[in-house]
């Protein structure tokens, strides 16, 4: 079964510079989430989008922004980085119409900012 | 504010031994409830949930979480532990009426000793 693609896995970055990162949801998951998670912590909330729109709002930092196309995936831009946005970032869908849907996650993508 | 709260951080158990990880949730209202594991350099995977009915849910792996609404609790259990089930184990409530703002648990490391 197809699952939540992102991409890239790695990505090494020094500071100030930026990042994109991309997420490609389950077939027809009409909502996509995203969060970040240091090393040894718990995955914090981000964003999410459904239907292209912002959803909800979690802690992201005003230096990233997202967005979700009209073919429901995901970017996840990321400026300035800083020492501190090290971490695994993990994208998730589901559909929103099930309300008992569980989140899916993909493998994420693991950012280095050097 | 919603929370979860996992209460134990490490748990180191002999193969064999019985398992059981607490949570409790800090939400008024019918939530959805949910075990994730995180494995060593992977992704969260649902492990089992929980929306109704059955407050004994069984998951994967051989893994049951009972539901006690009284206590807002959400305890993963397994009777005997695996090498293989070394991991991370986060808790994760989502109200079903809120927000889509799945809000985990700080996880529980377990490490199996084989």
């Known amino acids: 079964a197809a699952g939540v693609i992102q991409s890239p896995r790695h990505l090494i970055k020094e500071k100030r510079e930026t990042a994109t990162l991309k997420c490609y949801p389950i077939?027809?998951?009409?909502?996509v989430y995203w969060y970040q998670q240091g090393p040894g912590q718990d995955p914090q909330f981000l964003i999410s989008?459904?239907?292209?729109?912002?959803?909800d709002k979690g802690s992201i930092p005003d230096r990233f922004s997202a967005q979700q196309f009209s073919d429901y995936h995901s970017e996840l831009n990321m400026s300035s980085l800083e020492l501190g946005d090290s971490a695994l970032y993990f994208c998730?869908?589901?559909?929103?119409?099930?309300?008992?849907?569980?989140?899916?996650f993909g493998n994420g993508t693991r950012l280095t900012v050097t | 504010a919603q929370s979860v709260s996992q209460h134990n951080h490490h748990v180191i158990l002999s193969e064999a031994a019985s398992l059981e990880l607490g949570c409790n949730y800090s939400?008024?209202?019918?939530?959805?409830l949910f075990w994730y594991v995180q494995y060593p350099g992977q992704h969260l995977q649902l492990l089992l949930k929980?929306?109704?009915?059955?407050?004994l849910v069984k998951g994967i792996k051989g893994f049951e979480a009972e539901f006690i609404k009284s206590k807002f609790s959400f305890n993963l259990r397994k009777p005997s532990v695996q090498w293989s089930d070394t991991a991370e184990y986060f808790c994760?409530?989502?109200?079903?009426?809120?927000?889509?703002?799945?809000?985990f648990g700080t996880g529980t490391r377990l490490k199996v000793l084989a």
């Open positions: 998730a869908s589901s559909l929103r119409q099930d309300y008992n849907s569980p989140l899916h």
């Open positions: 077939p027809r998951h009409d909502t």
């Open positions: 989008f459904y239907e292209k729109m912002q959803s």
């Open positions: 939400y008024g209202g019918t939530v959805n």
């Open positions: 929980y929306f109704s009915g059955d407050p």
């Open positions: 994760a409530v989502n109200p079903p009426a809120g927000t889509y703002k799945y809000i």
